[in-house]
């Protein structure tokens, strides 16, 4: 069942026991939008979250509007409930949210919440080259030799010959962000969200292991792609799919649910973004295809067109102008409104935990994200 914004002032989390959160959705739908709103949601009762980038856009930072991401975990906001327009849990302090530009992760080691401390959102864009250039480090001890590589257009060359093996990679990383540790034994982060490829790429993108399968049935990359699908495949992974209530997204969202499903990846919920607030009711809408021309021409005469003189020669000719205009507008709302209405069938057979954030016809800045992050928290996603 659909929630929508401003439902409910407080309810439990849907993904309790989740901590690795894959966002994806067709192009244009705002799917990096709402991975940096669920962000901002899940770290807003004091926890600490990394949002991760895969596609190397830096959409993370124009979001946030700081400058390019280097490729380290970097803190980029912190954030209240208060901040997100809930109302204050029992002990919570009064920190306020802010983004921050500069500073990186040099701060506490060990997860968990931060009790009445505001919470951090932390950020990574992953550099591919850097990340397999890691990985021959780690697993082969290249050292200088795997620079070297670079300089000779190795790594490029790799990773585009090799897709599975950058996914691998990329995976590898919010993977063991997700269960990485402090000194203290503690995990460092309590949830990764991860901007994920479009649903166009997804299943390939995360079923690592049918991808290197041809390139590698034993050796490190398998071992790697092994312990990656083990946190993909496992309760604690959601991959959740953003879409907007038009014919194409919905169809790429049911289709997209039926893929995960089919290579038995852990499916979310449903985000659907954008979400324009009813104009008519329901008895206006079913009434629009009628003929009502001259009572919305007496309607109108009735709310003041033509004047002070009233004459009705005069009403008439302030009002006839606008009837078609108007009418044609009334038709085409109750034309979208019923294509909505059926887009919402088609996401409700799904059964599946569905969201609905509205349309901000101011677009998206840094305020709106967080008001993405309370309609997230209020509907009971984070």
Same mark, same amino acid.
């Given at each position: ?5 401003? #439902? ?44 991760? !980038? ?27 409930? =208060? ?18 530009? @500069?500073?990186?992760? %040099? ?10 401390? $505001? @919470? ?68 460092? /982060? ?25 390139? $590698? ?6 071992? #790697? ?21 038009? !014919? ?57 067109? @033509?004047?002070? %003189?009233? %004459? ?15 009418? $044609?507008?009334?038709?085409?709302? %109750? ?19 569905? /969201? ?5 016809? !101011? ?6 994200? /967080?008001?993405? $992050?309370?309609?997230?928290?209020? #509907?009971?996603? =984070?």
């Amino acid at each position: 069942m659909a929630r929508t914004p401003g #439902q409910a002032a407080r309810r439990d989390p849907d993904w309790e026991g989740v901590r690795l959160h894959v966002v994806s959705g067709k192009g244009g739908t705002g799917k990096t939008t709402l991975a940096a709103a669920l962000a901002l949601a899940l770290a807003a009762d004091g926890g600490r979250v990394l949002l991760i !980038e895969v596609e190397g856009r830096q959409g993370i930072a124009e979001l946030f509007g700081i400058a390019a991401l280097p490729y380290e975990e970097r803190r980029i906001a912190s954030v209240t409930r =208060a901040q997100l327009g809930l109302p204050a849990e029992p002990g919570d302090g009064a920190d306020s949210g802010r983004t921050d530009s @500069g500073r990186t992760d %040099s701060g506490r080691t060990g997860g968990g919440r931060t009790g009445g401390a $505001a @919470g951090e959102v932390f950020a990574l864009a992953i550099d591919t080259e850097q990340a397999l250039l890691e990985y021959l480090e780690m697993f082969y001890k290249l050292g200088r030799a795997g620079k070297a590589l670079q300089k000779m257009g190795f790594i490029d060359f790799a990773t585009t010959i090799a897709p599975g093996v950058r996914d691998v990679l990329l995976t590898g990383k919010a993977c063991e962000a997700a269960r990485r540790k402090g000194p203290d034994g503690r995990l460092r /982060y309590d949830a990764i969200v991860m901007d994920a490829p479009p649903t166009g790429r997804l299943t390939r993108f995360l079923n690592v292991n049918a991808e290197v399968a041809g390139l $590698a049935r034993i050796g490190p990359i398998h071992t #790697q792609a092994q312990a990656v699908m083990g946190v993909l495949k496992s309760p604690e992974t959601a991959v959740h799919l953003v879409t907007l209530l038009e !014919e194409m997204p919905v169809q790429e969202t049911v289709d997209g649910f039926a893929e995960l499903r089919e290579v038995k990846l852990p499916v979310g919920g449903v985000l659907v973004n954008m979400v324009r607030p009813p104009v008519l009711d329901a008895a206006a809408v079913a009434a629009v295809h009628g003929d009502h021309r001259e009572e919305v021409a007496v309607a109108l005469g009735e709310a003041g067109l @033509g004047g002070r %003189s009233r %004459s009705p020669e005069t009403v008439r000719a302030a009002v006839e102008p606008l009837l078609d205009p108007l009418l $044609a507008q009334a038709r085409e709302h %109750s034309e979208r409104v019923e294509l909505e209405r059926a887009q919402r069938a088609d996401l409700q057979r799904l059964r599946l935990p569905t /969201y609905e954030l509205p349309l901000l016809g !101011e677009g998206v800045d840094l305020g709106g994200l /967080y008001r993405l $992050a309370g309609e997230l928290k209020r #509907q009971g996603a =984070a």
